[in-house]
């Protein structure tokens, strides 16, 4: 990696040195703004592709990397990303998903989705934010890639041969020229520019109490999933002392949300309690609650020009079935497909575009289905609810491909 924001031999401070000269006409074949997993797994396989290792990849990062290795959140991998990062880096602390329990409160109908139905070694995986990040910094660190750390992107010129990008590290400013500039700096859905389409963005209504919860039964590498009439709950396994740690993530109302995070912790646990029931036992710790809002926020093309999003800044979806971060990643590999077959032009980004369609439809459409379908409480929709897990349950083939789309996508 070269680290553009020091001269030779200066401390590592991170910030953006002015260039003693201008690189004609282009300083990068592919610019990647945002180093979350979806932009540094990007550079990584750029970097170390044999098509794409020669392009000069410039990677521009608003934080500092201790910043983002730091971020204790918990994240679901599946087993199908975990496959193609594993070249580049996969992290020692993720906790293998073996078993998906899917549920609903004051309702009948259940499905169990288990790695051993496909011959996997697991589902997917729980890992921090943190691991992910470092695990990928790591692949890249050793590569060509010019990090710029600290450093801010501001609005791009689109030009007929490239794109202008400004960038900004203190008080100092530098136009950077790219024949390619992918966008990989999302956010949460409450930051973000909304899309503008009807279709592309929705307010849930929904708020999301996150953090991490001990258990007196754990059931380790059991996943839940369990739909109240509030939202739903899921509760994914950390590992931790005896396998009782779990990453929480309790959708409610923005006012229910409000209240909870006040609760003192006895409180929060026994409303938890009622609300998820006892399969586990009772819930006895409750660390690190935080609360962000729940919306979709999907753009209609991923391409425009000579501009490419990916990740969250392509689209943002509900956590009901956890595929933000693993549909991410997948827009992220078959941008590095694309650009080792074309090159770093307009063709690679509309063949990435076109691939990438089928599998973004679906997975959103999916996503928010779930996330409609199962937080609206009337009795007729509750046993609707009911009669889907069962068939689930039930018909072999549909589970299957439920599972196979959620692990793996469609993939062209």
């Known amino acids: 990696m070269t680290d553009v924001s020091q001269p030779a031999g200066a401390p590592q401070t991170g910030a953006l040195e002015a260039p003693e000269a201008a690189v004609a006409p282009f300083d990068f074949d592919v610019t990647i703004v945002g180093a979350g997993p979806v932009g540094l797994a990007l550079a990584g396989w750029l970097a170390r592709r044999s098509a794409t290792q020669r392009l000069s990849i410039a990677l521009i990062d608003a934080r500092r990397p201790e910043d983002a290795q730091g971020d204790p959140r918990a994240i679901a991998v599946s087993q199908g990303s975990r496959m ?26 259940r499905t169990l989705i288990d790695h051993t139905e496909h011959g996997l070694p697991a589902l997917g995986y729980v890992l921090r934010y943190g691991s992910i990040v470092q695990a990928l910094a790591e692949a890249v660190q050793p590569t060509s890639v ?23 590290s203190g008080e100092v400013t530098r136009h950077l020229r790219t024949r390619i500039l992918v966008n990989a700096e999302g956010g949460l859905f409450h930051e973000q520019q909304k899309s503008g389409s009807a279709s592309g963005t929705r307010d849930y209504g929904q708020t999301a109490l996150v953090g991490t919860v001990s258990v007196s039964a754990p059931r380790p590498h059991v996943a839940w999933e369990r739909f109240t009439e509030q939202g739903p709950i899921a509760l994914l396994p950390t590992g931790g002392a005896r396998d009782a740690d779990y990453a929480l993530v309790w959708c409610c109302s923005p006012e229910e949300a ?14 938890l309690g009622a609300a998820f029931g006892d ?18 926020n999907a753009l209609d093309t991923l391409v ?31 941008l590095a497909d694309a650009l080792s077959q074309h090159g770093p032009t307009p063709l690679a980004l509309a063949t990435f575009a076109q691939r990438r369609a089928l599998d973004r439809r679906l997975t959103i459409r999916s996503t928010d289905t ?6 609206v409480d009337f009795p007729a929709l509750g046993t609707l609810r009911g009669l889907a897990l069962t068939a689930l349950e039930f018909v072999p083939p549909v589970k299957t491909a439920l599972a196979r789309q959620m692990m793996f996508g469609q993939r062209r």
């Open 84 to 109: 193609i990062l594993e070249p580049l880096r996969w992290p020692a602390d993720a906790t293998a998903i073996h078993r998906i329990h899917v549920s609903q409160r004051g309702h009948f109908g």
């Open 370 to 375: 779930l996330a409609r379908l199962f937080t």
């Open 304 to 334: 425009k020009g000579r501009i490419a999003a990916i990740g969250n800044a392509a689209q943002t979806l509900h956590p009901v079935a956890g595929q933000g971060l693993n549909l991410g990643l997948r827009d992220a590999h078959a």
């Open 146 to 168: 010019h990090w710029f750390q600290s450093t801010s992107a501001q609005t791009p010129v689109q030009e007929h041969d490239g794109v202008t990008l400004p960038v900004q």
């Open 258 to 271: 409000a209240r909870r995070a006040q609760l003192p912790d006895d409180a929060f646990l026994q409303e």
């Open 279 to 296: 399969r586990m036992g009772r819930f006895t710790q409750i660390k690190g609650r935080a609360a962000f809002p729940l919306g979709l």
